[in-house]
């Protein structure tokens, strides 16, 4: 079983491109039976036997695979291109593409998020547990990914309960307060608004919310959401429908939603400036796809950062987290070595199930044999050493048919193993 994981991330690739690759949340499900397909269309793979699951969040679109395809790096690859219709040749220079013991590496890095935009942050954990959730669901886990993502669960909570390395960790949310001080001497003068209401938001929201700004709205396109939210920092809630008309009124926009298109566009931030006598408005786009026109952040009085601005600033902390990494990296390393031990052992299965029926059914030849005997008033002692005897000839045949067919190299290889295999203990 060939292992893989391909994708691109915060480090390879710029955000116009990351946009482009992202899935939606109602894409999963469709992607990853369309990925296990992809997986055995060239005839070397039963697609029913491969696994896949995808990881998408605003800084990485991965593909998780575990299939008996050759060159199922390559072909993950091109599947990626394919499903967002890029050419491949665009994509590819971006991508990071890691067979068995490296993709498992890469999982269990990202599970403990030392290969976060934010080191150490705990949020992707619970991202890539939604993703296997969502490949479960869609029948993409088997066996192999399966083991390999509770594994990755589990190093995860090692290191960081053995390490120091969330101690230092700077959030998205913490870095979206700290530039919106640079613009506000106080966010308690400011009104804030935050678009969507999944997790990200709701951190976001509860970092300002400890700010005390003199409101705090929740616009989302379902309002009984974005009321349950809101209610929980005293705030109020708007539909998405209503923002062009109540916009003007907020000096902090924070968004980020599913939707595959901009929700604010550069006219309508055009007439909120000149409405608000240019007042500057402070807005941060966690969104990709992206939630905001990127040619909003070429207006005067408008100050637009992205996910990649924010990473910037968090990477600051970097220095006091390297100890931590190190030690996190040692823990890492030895729990791949132990997967990939599992993996060698998960090879041998066939084999040995092959050889218990095979010798079961010597054992069954030899004691219809025996009965017979027995049948035929024959002594039971005589017939205990026949089928004794029996057994063993029958079970030496094959070693010993293959060690007098070797020659050379071969043959001193079995006789230095045969003595082992057939070794007891006494």
Known sequence: MQLSAVGLNHTTAPLSLREKVAFSPEQIAQAVTAARAWFGRDGHADKHGNEAAILSTCNRTELYAACKTDNAVDAAAHFLADFHKLPYGDLRPHLYTLPQDNAVRHAFRVASGLDSMVIGEPQILGQMKDAVRQAEAAGGLGTYLHQMFQRSFAVAKEVRTTTEIGAHSVSMAAAAVRLSQRIFDKIADQHVLFIGAGEMIELCATHFAAQNPKTLTIANRTLERGEALAHRFSGKAIRLADLPQQLVQFDIIVSCTASSLPIIGLGLVERVVKARKHRPIFMVDLAVPRDIEPEVAKLDDVFLYTVDDLGTVVQTGLENRQAAVAQAEAIIETRVQSFMHWVDGRAVVPVIQDLHE?????????????????????????????????????????????????????????????????????
């Open 358 to 426: 095979s010798s079961e059914q010597l054992r069954l030849m030899e004691l219809e044999r025996a009965r017979k005997m027995l049948a035929r008033g024959e002594d039971i002692d005589a017939v205990l050493e026949a089928l004794s005897k029996g057994i063993t000839a029958k079970f030496l045949h094959g070693p010993q048919q293959a060690l007098h067919q070797a020659s050379g190299d071969e043959r001193a290889r079995l006789a230095t193993l045969l003595p082992q295999l057939f070794r007891t203990k006494r």
